[in-house]
């Protein structure tokens, strides 16, 4: 059962990811925030890029699972 609903943020799309799901970029993103994945899902970037516009001393992603 494959059910797609666009997000504005990628943190809003993994908060609504449950374990399991995929998280797939529609267009590249800047980060202005590190965000973390707790869960077991996939990021797929789909060809896209995720940079991260912030103090050089964070880490954009942050992946605890």
Do not use: C, H, M, R
């Amino acid at each position: 059962n494959n059910v797609t609903t666009n997000y504005t943020t990628l943190s809003n799309a993994i908060g609504a990811a449950t374990a399991g799901d995929t998280v797939k970029l529609l267009k590249p993103i800047t980060l202005t925030e590190t965000i973390t994945i707790d869960k077991d899902i996939t990021l797929d970037l789909n060809n896209q890029k995720i940079t991260a516009n912030f103090d050089g001393n964070s880490q954009a992603i942050n992946i605890n699972g």
